[in-house]
């Protein structure tokens, strides 16, 4: 299987005119299961006519009530279904046509009851294209629940921002169940800023009976074998697939991307767990002779804690779920309060495939970050995010000597040699600057260019930026640069354009800051020459805006190319492979790529030197970091 993502496959899905679909076709959605919620609303299940089903592979009782226009808890309760998690492959079901009374918004099964359980409502705006089918899939819900939320609203007659009632997400996902929290919060969408659905913020109390599940669940987990790990983990994997398309939709109306950028995540994502799933490992001999045999062997840490950020939500949640369990951890993640919905559906999903304990999802506010890196009961925490952030991290877990890994900014240099084709390294190099709207740590956030080719090079990558890379709503076709994902965010970067003026830098692509419009909309924008010790410089914009620096001497270069505190990833461009393997090497970076820039792969470590990071993440030394070393010495002949 090829794992690696090289630029071929970067620039197919990117964006670029070429590779975009024009419409987006809904498929499955994704299972709700258990609920628990004491203190919510309950109203009667009324089954209507019944049919035979037979269980496929990748079934749920959610996606069997919406094939057949059912309910989860009709379904449930019909057959008996002390768990409506477990069902079986070829199992016959008994389906009722009809779902709960009307009254009813989220019809969740709910053990040893013949009751729904409702959750709180919110609200959604609908765009060009909705349809009540593709909002429930949105959200994960009963079609028919959505339209019992919406009494009176006739489905045929959406009309572009109407607002319609939405149930809100049952809860955090503790144990196998949802578990309802006292509050609620939402995020916004960054194309319109209107308010998404309302998510759990976790109480310190939710956080310590998460711990406390995966303590229980982890004296078991850990016993498993790898071919045990493995098929489950290649469970989820199908799971995952049968509702990509849902998830992908997901990612672009949450973190903005584009839908084909969506689309990439999503393979990636399912390439980096289906490697994963066969990574193990092993334990080494380290001496052997007749007397002894020394091995270095490789237990699991215990309970992870995950810290999961907003411009990769899925990839990077099942980035540090997928090392976790096949190592014999348990883990809890936490969502990015910007981008929760994306991962507490990777929870939902793992419900019905993962024993109770395992795999936990918890959305928060701020504070759900500190109480993990300070929990007692955590073992080791995985995190990525800013460098201000990580700090803190490894602050709070050196209190309790808590193992970390910490994959944190860039601000990545790319060296351009005279003798290269620029026709053939400007897509790449654009593309590479202003994926994601800049919201990549190992973007090529500095591009020097050799003085001889410099202002053939900048004139180039202009033209080509304003020909090819388009800004606009991620469902809109063409789109390369969606808007930048959050407010806070957004103000960073416009602050980083309000620069240009106020220092009287030399503009080679002015961009926009989009301020007469709705939505965090940021146009490229490419600085000419500005000075070394400049703000677009020294510092990652995550934004797209990228400045364009001379160079002549290869020492120098190397040696700009190395003055920052940060080291994620850097890339050297020329014909010459020797001369640029060998700059190559003089960089600081835990990556480093010849005439590419931004290559990954799961079975490669990647990480950071310098202030991007500590440890590594990924490839069996990746998966190392979340195992304990041990020595075990065996004397053969003591008893002899």
């Given at each position: 299987?090829?794992?690696?993502?090289?630029?071929?496959?970067?620039?197919?899905?990117?964006?670029?005119?070429?590779?975009?679909?024009?419409?987006?076709?809904p498929?499955?959605?994704?299972?709700?299961?258990?609920?628990?919620?004491?203190?919510a609303?309950?109203?009667?299940?009324s089954?209507?006519?019944?049919?035979?089903?037979?269980?496929?592979?990748?079934?749920?009782?959610?996606?069997?009530?919406?094939?057949?226009s059912?309910?989860?808890?009709?379904?449930?309760?019909?057959?008996?279904?002390?768990?409506?998690?477990?069902?079986?492959?070829?199992?016959?079901?008994?389906?009722?046509?009809?779902?709960?009374?009307?009254?009813?918004?989220?019809?969740?099964a709910?053990?040893?009851?013949?009751?729904?359980?409702?959750?709180?409502?919110?609200?959604?705006?609908?765009k060009?294209?909705?349809?009540?089918?593709?909002?429930?899939?949105s959200?994960g819900?009963d079609?028919?629940?959505?339209?019992?939320?919406?009494?009176?609203?006739?489905?045929?007659?959406?009309?572009?921002?109407?607002?319609?009632?939405?149930?809100?997400?049952?809860?955090?996902?503790?144990?196998?169940?949802?578990?309802?929290?006292?509050?609620?919060?939402?995020?916004?969408?960054?194309?319109?800023?209107?308010?998404?659905?309302?998510?759990?913020?976790?109480?310190?109390e939710?956080?310590?009976?998460?711990?406390?599940?995966?303590?229980?669940?982890?004296?078991?987990?850990?016993?498993?074998?790898?071919?045990?790990?493995?098929?489950?983990?290649?469970?989820?994997?199908?799971?995952?697939?049968?509702?990509?398309?849902?998830?992908?939709?997901?990612?672009?109306?949450?973190?903005?991307?584009?839908?084909?950028?969506?689309?990439?995540?999503?393979?990636?994502?399912?390439?980096?767990?289906r490697?994963?799933?066969?990574?193990?490992?092993?334990?080494?001999?380290?001496?052997?002779?007749?007397?002894?045999?020394?091995?270095?062997?490789?237990?699991?840490?215990?309970?992870?804690?995950?810290?999961?950020?907003?411009?990769w939500?899925i990839?990077?949640?099942?980035g540090?779920?997928?090392?976790?369990?096949?190592?014999?951890n348990?883990i809890?993640?936490?969502?990015?309060?910007?981008?929760?919905?994306?991962?507490?559906?990777?929870?939902?999903?793992?419900?019905?495939?993962?024993?109770?304990?395992?795999?936990?999802?918890?959305?928060?506010d701020?504070d759900?970050?500190?109480?993990?890196t300070?929990?007692p009961g955590?073992?080791?925490i995985?995190?990525?995010g800013?460098?201000p952030?990580?700090?803190?991290v490894?602050?709070?877990?050196?209190?309790?000597?808590?193992?970390y890994v910490?994959?944190?900014?860039?601000?990545?240099?790319?060296?351009?040699?005279e003798?290269?084709?620029?026709?053939?390294?400007i897509?790449k190099?654009?593309?590479?600057a202003?994926?994601?709207?800049?919201q990549?740590?190992?973007?090529?956030?500095?591009?020097?260019?050799?003085?001889?080719?410099?202002?053939?090079?900048?004139?180039?990558m202009?033209?080509?930026?304003?020909?090819?890379?388009?800004?606009?709503?991620?469902?809109?076709?063409?789109?390369?640069?969606g808007p930048?994902?959050?407010?806070?965010?957004?103000?960073?970067?416009?602050?980083?354009?309000?620069?240009?003026?106020?220092?009287?830098?030399?503009v080679?692509?002015?961009?926009?800051?989009?301020?007469?419009?709705?939505?965090?909309?940021i146009?490229?924008?490419?600085?000419?020459?500005?000075?070394?010790?400049?703000?677009?410089?020294?510092?990652?914009?995550?934004?797209?805006?990228v400045?364009?620096?001379?160079?002549?001497?290869?020492?120098?270069?190397?040696?700009?190319?190395?003055?920052?505190?940060?080291?994620?990833?850097?890339?050297?461009?020329?014909?010459?492979?020797?001369?640029?393997?060998?700059?190559?090497?003089?960089?600081?970076?835990?990556?480093?790529?010849?005439?590419s820039?931004?290559?990954?792969?799961?079975?490669?470590?990647?990480?950071?030197?310098?202030?991007?990071?500590?440890?590594?993440?990924?490839?069996?030394?990746?998966?190392?970091?979340?195992?304990n070393?041990?020595?075990?010495?065996?004397?053969?002949?003591v008893?002899?």
């Amino acid at each position: 299987m090829q794992t690696s993502f090289i630029f071929s496959t970067l620039l197919a899905v990117a964006g670029l005119a070429s590779a975009l679909p024009q419409a987006y076709t809904p498929t499955t959605t994704t299972p709700t299961t258990t609920a628990s919620a004491s203190s919510a609303a309950t109203v009667t299940c009324s089954p209507g006519p019944v049919v035979d089903y037979t269980v496929v592979s990748g079934d749920t009782l959610t996606i069997i009530s919406q094939k057949l226009s059912s309910g989860i808890c009709d379904i449930a309760k019909l057959n008996n279904l002390a768990n409506p998690n477990v069902i079986q492959l070829g199992e016959v079901l008994k389906v009722p046509s009809y779902i709960c009374n009307p009254d009813n918004t989220s019809c969740l099964a709910k053990e040893g009851s013949d009751t729904c359980v409702e959750g709180g409502p919110s609200t959604y705006t609908i765009k060009s294209g909705d349809t009540f089918f593709i909002v429930a899939q949105s959200f994960g819900l009963d079609v028919n629940a959505l339209l019992a939320a919406n009494e009176g609203v006739d489905p045929l007659l959406l009309q572009v921002d109407q607002v319609i009632n939405v149930p809100r997400y049952p809860g955090n996902i503790i144990n196998n169940d949802f578990v309802p929290t006292p509050t609620t919060r939402h995020s916004i969408d960054p194309a319109t800023e209107k308010p998404l659905y309302e998510v759990p913020v976790a109480t310190k109390e939710q956080l310590d009976i998460a711990v406390k599940h995966a303590r229980a669940a982890f004296k078991s987990w850990s016993k498993t074998t790898h071919e045990e790990r493995s098929k489950l983990v290649l469970k989820y994997v199908e799971v995952i697939e049968a509702n990509r398309e849902s998830l992908e939709k997901l990612l672009t109306m949450e973190q903005g991307k584009p839908l084909t950028l969506a689309n990439l995540e999503m393979s990636m994502s399912l390439t980096w767990l289906r490697t994963f799933a066969k990574m193990q490992i092993k334990d080494e001999i380290l001496e052997e002779d007749d007397e002894k045999v020394i091995y270095s062997t490789f237990p699991p840490i215990g309970v992870c804690g995950a810290i999961v950020p907003w411009n990769w939500p899925i990839l990077l949640g099942v980035g540090k779920i997928g090392p976790a369990v096949m190592t014999g951890n348990t883990i809890i993640v936490k969502t990015s309060p910007y981008t929760p919905y994306c991962d507490m559906k990777l929870g939902e999903l793992a419900m019905s495939i993962f024993p109770p304990g395992v795999i936990q999802v918890l959305s928060g506010d701020d504070d759900l970050g500190p109480w993990m890196t300070t929990h007692p009961g955590i073992d080791m925490i995985s995190f990525t995010g800013s460098i201000p952030t990580g700090k803190r991290v490894a602050e709070n877990c050196a209190k309790s000597l808590k193992r970390y890994v910490l994959e944190l900014g860039g601000n990545d240099a790319a060296i351009v040699c005279e003798d290269v084709d620029i026709s053939k390294c400007i897509p790449k190099i654009a593309t590479m600057a202003f994926l994601n709207s800049g919201q990549i740590c190992m973007l090529a956030k500095r591009i020097y260019i050799h003085e001889k080719i410099y202002d053939e090079f900048r004139d180039a990558m202009v033209e080509f930026t304003k020909k090819n890379i388009k800004t606009g709503g991620g469902f809109e076709p063409d789109v390369v640069v969606g808007p930048v994902q959050n407010s806070m965010q957004y103000e960073i970067v416009k602050d980083m354009y309000a620069q240009i003026e106020k220092s009287g830098w030399k503009v080679a692509l002015e961009g926009s800051t989009g301020e007469t419009s709705k939505g965090y909309f940021i146009e490229p924008a490419i600085i000419d020459n500005p000075p070394e010790d400049s703000r677009i410089v020294q510092e990652e914009p995550f934004g797209p805006i990228v400045p364009l620096l001379k160079w002549s001497s290869e020492d120098d270069v190397l040696d700009r190319a190395n003055a920052l505190e940060t080291g994620l990833g850097a890339s050297v461009w020329s014909k010459d492979l020797k001369r640029a393997e060998r700059m190559g090497r003089c960089l600081s970076a835990g990556s480093v790529w010849i005439n590419s820039h931004f290559d990954v792969a799961p079975n490669v470590p990647f990480g950071g030197h310098k202030a991007s990071g500590i440890g590594m993440e990924w490839g069996l030394e990746g998966m190392k970091h979340f195992t304990n070393s041990r020595s075990l010495w065996v004397w053969k002949k003591v008893f002899e």
